[in-house]
């Protein structure tokens, strides 16, 4: 059982003899109100925690703080490994893309809760987001064939949408765009991008320009998410008013990219670069400084440092 943002699990033989005095690592999903979507965020951190026991001898706390809406935070586990006195912190967001969650508020947060309680010098490194893996977009394709598969169902008659979550960040949706037109070009009748917010088109207004192609018998509707939480139940509740409107056609729904090993391999190898990154005496290779400043009281200095993996 979790206890309060704090991983427990067994030691098993290392691979690696490094040991990280004064490091906590902190990993953070984006949180939900859906008890589902929790669970599955804590199952990836456990075996994430899991796969790292495995090569490392001795390894820092590990904690998890939620973005946003679920406990705990990540503003109450920054404060807590703060005042703890770490002076090397490993925040890892567990998303997709680097938006501006990434960009903007997980180095904001991280910058208060140093300046209100550090009172020692600390650097905090903060890994980049899943980006454009060709295992992810492998699995995502798996995602796809399992349901055409289920619902023996062929490309050739069936219209594909694929639904991110959306961002204003433009970069960001340049990789939607790029895992899109990677996922999709596998002989469907029709493709749609479409996104739940903060970008268009959204998704209520394609799903509606599907139903009024020809030639096609089904509809393939992907959510690009790692996880269940609100957006995917209100996908189910759109898709079934479609079963309504539209009843010639067959509405399908993928599932999340959860679970999945890749997801866990490739979360590991970022917390296992950014620790052994962080012993080193110089920044990591493409690493940019965030913020610098002084802590509680000028009492030591700090870094804010966005890793580029």
Known sequence: MLGPGFLVVRTL??????????????????????????NQSLELCVEVF????????????FYVGFLEIARPSLEEMLESVVRN????????????????????????????????????????????AYGMR???LGLAMERQKEVLADGNLTREQTAYVMVARGTSDEAALRQVETVYELIGMTGYAHRKLCYFAAAEPRVEDVLEQVAQLEGIRSVLVQPYLLFEGYLTNHLRDLLEQSRQK??????VQTDVLWPSSS??????????????????????????VLVEGVTKSNSGSYRIVALPW
Not at 50 to 61: A, G, Y
């Open 246 to 251: 539209w009843p010639h056609l067959r509405w």
């Open 263 to 288: 997801l866990v391999h490739i979360l590991a190898e970022k917390v296992s670069d950014a620790l052994l990154g962080s012993q080193r005496d110089t920044l990591p290779h493409d690493a940019r």
């Open 134 to 136: 060709w295992r992810l």
């Open 13 to 38: 033989p290392p691979m690696y003899d490094k040991t990280f005095p004064s490091t906590a690592v902190i990993l953070v999903p984006h949180g939900t109100r859906e008890q589902a979507g929790v």
């Open 50 to 61: 899991q796969e790292l026991n495995r090569n490392f001898q001795r390894l820092p706390p």
């Open 85 to 128: 006195g770490n002076q090397k912190v490993i925040v890892v967001p567990i998303m997709l893309f680097d938006a501006d969650h990434i960009k903007k508020d997980i180095p904001d947060l991280t910058r208060r809760a140093i300046e209100s309680y550090a009172e020692k010098s600390v650097t905090v490194y903060i890994t980049s």
